[in-house]
């Protein structure tokens, strides 16, 4: 199981590893240099992916240390796709959206079987 909360003083700082205590690469870094990689008109939905994981995965942390709840790697993955299916068709400033991105609702219980 990945260990999303360590005993250690958690921020958002420290989330998006924007002062890294180890010298890891920082989170902003990575996402500027990233997105350069992506064509220009995909940007906004690349941006409003990346918010979305660490959003959620920014609202896990909260779950598991004040209401003591945690979900399964599989099934915040999960809540996440449906929340990227949910973003993209909302109304996010663009009249083309869906070129921006084009999320399906995948169920993935099939992985559970096997």
Same mark, same amino acid.
């Given at each position: 199981?990945?260990?999303?909360? %360590? +005993? ?5 700082? !420290?989330?998006?590893?924007? @002062?890294?205590? @180890? ?18 008109? &995909?940007?906004?939905?690349?941006? %409003?992916? &990346? ?7 920014? $609202?896990?942390? @909260? ?5 003591? +709840? =945690? &979900?399964?790697?599989? =099934? &915040? ?11 993209? !068709? ?16 995948? $169920?993935?219980? !099939?992985?559970?079987?096997?």
């Amino acid at each position: 199981m990945t260990i999303l909360v %360590t +005993q250690e003083s958690e921020t958002i700082d !420290h989330l998006l590893h924007i @002062n890294p205590p @180890n010298g890891e690469l920082p989170y902003a870094s990575w996402w500027l240099r990233s997105r350069k990689r992506v064509p220009k008109r &995909l940007r906004p939905g690349f941006d %409003t992916l &990346l918010i979305l994981v660490a959003w959620r995965i920014w $609202n896990e942390r @909260n779950n598991r240390v004040f209401k003591f +709840q =945690a &979900l399964q790697p599989v =099934a &915040l993955s999960q809540e996440i796709i449906n929340e990227a299916y949910l973003w993209s !068709h909302g109304d996010f400033g663009k009249k083309e959206k869906k070129k921006y991105m084009s999320f399906k609702p995948y $169920n993935q219980s !099939h992985w559970l079987r096997r």
